[in-house]
């Protein structure tokens, strides 16, 4: 309950990537409620229910509040600030020492990518130090669609985003945005958007395995999973053949259509019916709708980048959009566009690449110099040059978020350091040296980037931290900025940011200047495309403007089209359709699918309203009801198994086999089941989430690198072939 103390603060959501408004009433420094920001200009009063029992998190009895030290016995003991980081620091020097920084490395958790000063701080410290080991849950995520970028534009920071508000028609491929509230594209009322295309006369059309949250409201297409390449390629294929390429567009726009236009000569909507199981003249129907429509635009999401093919599946999704003169206009897919530059900056600077380097196991290459997190195992547990030693985990629960979670859970304990940044004692840092209290996002200033370039709307908004860190919480930035101080690693005076930190020192030259992560942010922001520019632009964007608006500025109320000449990195400007890494991916079609009578099934994942991935599980209120792990099967193959709805199952995979209940929904095609990933709880602290009965996907999914997709090096874990099997009753029960 409030009191007449209590102060209301303006800030937003940063658990995923609406980044909804939200107001959070604070009483003598502790965090009362969190409730949805009416006057935010995009989310309009809207949040989830993990929004607002953030405040759960925030108050988290079982949150880390003080540096944790492991000791002999596997318990943790506190210690302070100075002893954690003095030891960190001499024991890190002593590694790097000894055997450089290839032995080095971080994983970055997806909560890392929300918020600017961590990801940029610890980056820069990686660098600096020269570690090779960097891994990120981009490989479980996001890597194929940066890859496909690459080849597309030269940028692999570049995401094409559905232009919501003025399409008429959307075709969704493997994303769930009524619950995962969008991905890649910033959308806070995204149902209220999909709904407003049909009532404008328009069309969404999802292409799912199971009848989604969305599907059920929408037009539904039930594709066998991990074949929408044979889809889009047959779409492809009917465009080209009937004369429905946007011929203009083509010449203006892109290189290497005629290879394209080849590629999927042969891919007959028809003779791809049986891979994908929709009929071949739904296809052709779908294809010519799509091509007709006044606009258009294909947008696909985490069900299209975690198959065999996740690369050419995000590839083909863009080329759709670009050959039916769809890309780059409104009602098409919009070219990302940021406020404030930092993924350019990290595209001048050569950040953002790919296949510059290749990991030491399974020759996979980097992306955005970062290699599969499927490997880590790998690189801890096999002996040479270049073996990982020293990890940093920064919020991130990889030993449930990766492929064969139980190989990398027993490779930690060879690490020579294991240092975690987080919220919690979780599955992974349970094993680490040190874990070390992050803040929560309400404890840091903020502004958005990543994603936050994927939006319909144009729009900017900062925050101030809205409370002090709880305990000894700190920053991670300043955990990086104090070790490389201790270890006499000077962060910025040599490399490409040197330059930046001269311009600091000289717009700032009466000051002694640091840089600091919000100092680097309020630098890109002034000269970013609507900076002030340092006055020479009036009414241009500064720190100060921004927080003159807490609810954030609407800069224009659709982002620009008509920009691709300048997006595009390679050179003429021009899009590419014919890379040799996607004509070799055509190549393989259907001989990474070796179809094994032991596993005639296959699984893919499922989210959940009420969790975010494997860490909002110890929220009283998000566990309501009696929550628990189930695998959703289709009534012929749960008879067929012998399987009752509330019953037990036994999912067999060719690496490794879990129980789960069963629940028995038509939902589900045939032949395909769904298992929630982020479950199987015995962490270190979250005690209502080790409460809870549950068990982990990955211990399904491979981490051999002859089972990674090929070209951006990540995990598949969708379509991952099981069998399943009924489990008898234990006597009694
Ligand atoms: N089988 C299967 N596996 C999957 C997926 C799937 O669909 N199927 N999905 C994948 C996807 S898309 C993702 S993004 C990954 C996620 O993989 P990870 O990022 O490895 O795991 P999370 O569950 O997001 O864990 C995040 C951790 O960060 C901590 N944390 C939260 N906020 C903060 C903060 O502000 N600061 C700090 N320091 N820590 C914080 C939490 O306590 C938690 O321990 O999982 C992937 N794994
Ligand atoms: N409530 C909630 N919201 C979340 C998260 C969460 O855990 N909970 N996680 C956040 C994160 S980290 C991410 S990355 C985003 C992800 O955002 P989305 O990708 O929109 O999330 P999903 O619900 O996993 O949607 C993927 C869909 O792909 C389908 N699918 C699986 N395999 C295939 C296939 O082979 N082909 C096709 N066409 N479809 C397939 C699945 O059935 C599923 O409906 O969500 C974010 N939002
Ligand atoms: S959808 Fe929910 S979790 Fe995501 S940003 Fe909005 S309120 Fe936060
Ligand atoms: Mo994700």
């Not at 995204?190 to 949250?213: C, F, N, S």
């Not at 198959?307 to 009602?331: C, E, K, M």
Request: glycine fraction near 10%; proline fraction near 6%.
């Amino acid at each position: 309950m409030s009191t007449p103390t209590a102060e209301q603060r303006v800030t937003y959501c940063r658990i995923c990537e609406p980044m909804c408004g939200l107001i959070a009433t604070v009483d003598d420094g502790r965090l009362v409620s969190l409730r949805p920001d009416a006057d935010h200009p995009l989310s309009k009063g809207r949040a989830c229910p993990k929004g607002i029992a953030f405040t759960e998190v925030q108050n988290d009895p079982d949150r880390v509040l003080e540096p944790l030290r492991r000791r002999a016995d596997g318990t943790f003991e506190t210690v302070t600030w100075d002893e954690a980081l003095d030891d960190i620091a001499a024991r890190l020097t002593r590694i790097l020492d000894r055997h450089g920084g290839q032995s080095v490395g971080q994983y970055f958790g997806n909560p890392a990518a929300f918020g600017y000063a961590s990801s940029l701080w610890a980056g820069v410290f990686m660098t600096r130090i020269g570690a090779r080991h960097l891994y990120s849950a981009g490989s479980q995520d996001i890597n194929s669609r940066f890859v496909a970028s690459r080849l597309l534009y030269g940028a692999a920071s570049q995401l094409p985003f559905p232009d919501l508000p003025r399409t008429d028609f959307l075709l969704m491929i493997g994303a769930n945005p009524l619950v995962s509230h969008g991905s890649a594209l910033r959308a806070p009322r995204i149902k209220d958007d999909l709904a407003a295309i049909v009532r404008r006369g328009g069309r969404v059309v999802v292409v799912d395995p199971r009848r989604t949250e969305t599907a059920r409201d929408y037009e539904h297409l039930a594709i066998r999973p991990d074949t929408d390449a044979w889809l889009l390629l047959s779409m492809l294929q009917v465009v080209f053949a009937e004369g429905l390429a946007d011929a203009t567009a083509l010449a203006e726009q892109a290189t290497g259509a005629e290879t394209l236009r080849r590629l999927c000569r042969d891919f007959t909507p028809e003779r791809t019916a049986e891979r994908t199981g929709i009929p071949g003249d739904i296809v052709r129907m779908l294809a010519r709708d799509f091509a007709t429509a006044p606009t258009a635009t294909a947008y696909g999401r985490t069900g299209a980048c975690l198959g065999h093919h996740g690369t050419l599946v995000s590839f083909l999704i863009d080329a759709l959009t670009l050959v039916t003169g769809n890309l780059d206009r409104p009602g098409g897919s919009l070219m990302s566009h940021a406020v404030i530059p930092v993924e350019d900056m990290g595209e001048r600077l050569g950040s953002f690449s790919y296949d510059k380097t290749r990991s030491r196991i399974g020759n996979h290459p980097d992306v955005l110099g970062t290699f599969p997190a499927a490997v880590m195992a790998d690189e801890i547990t096999t002996p040479g040059a270049g073996r990982l030693r020293a990890l940093f985990v920064v919020a991130g629960n990889p030993v449930l978020s990766v492929p064969n979670s139980r190989a990398l859970e027993s490779a930690l304990g060879q690490l020579d350091l294991f240092v975690s940044l987080d919220l919690y004692v979780n599955e992974t840092n349970r094993h680490a040296d040190y874990v070390l209290p992050g803040t929560t996002m309400l404890e840091r200033d903020d502004l958005p980037i990543m994603f936050a370039a994927c939006s319909p709307t144009l729009f900017v908004q900062s925050t101030e931290a809205v409370l002090e860190p709880y305990g000894q919480a700190r920053q991670e930035w300043q955990v990086y900025a104090e070790l490389a101080r201790r270890m006499g690693v000077s962060l910025f005076a040599t490399g490409p940011l040197e330059r930046f930190n001269r311009m600091l020192a000289l717009l700032d030259r009466f000051r002694l200047t640091r840089m600091t992560p919000r100092r680097m942010m309020a630098l890109l922001l002034r000269f970013g495309p609507y900076g002030d520019r340092f006055g020479l632009r009036r009414n241009g964007l500064n720190l100060e403007r921004l927080a003159g608006r807490p609810h954030g500025i609407v800069l224009s109320e659709h982002a620009p089209s008509g920009i691709l000449g300048r997006v595009v990195r390679h050179r003429g400007g021009k899009v590419c359709l014919d890379p040799p890494q996607i004509v070799d991916d055509v190549a393989r079609l259907g001989t990474r699918h070796p179809d094994d009578p032991r596993f005639p099934l296959r699984a893919i994942g499922i989210r959940e309203m009420r969790s975010q991935n494997s860490w909002m599980h110890n929220s009283p209120t998000l566990m309501k009801g009696d929550r628990r792990h189930r695998t959703r099967i289709n009534p012929d193959d749960a008879r067929a198994a012998g399987l009752v709805d509330g019953g037990r199952v036994r999912i067999v995979a060719a690496g490794g086999a879990i129980e789960s209940e069963v629940f028995v929904t038509g939902e589900m095609r045939p032949g395909t089941i769904a298992i929630p990933q982020g479950w199987g709880h015995r962490g270190g602290g979250w005690r209502l989430a080790n409460s809870v009965p549950g068990v982990n996907v990955n211990e399904l999914t491979s981490n051999r690198s002859e089972d990674l997709e090929v070209l951006a090096g990540m995990s598949v874990l969708n379509g991952v072939p099981v069998r399943i099997e009924a489990v008898a009753a234990s006597p009694g029960s």
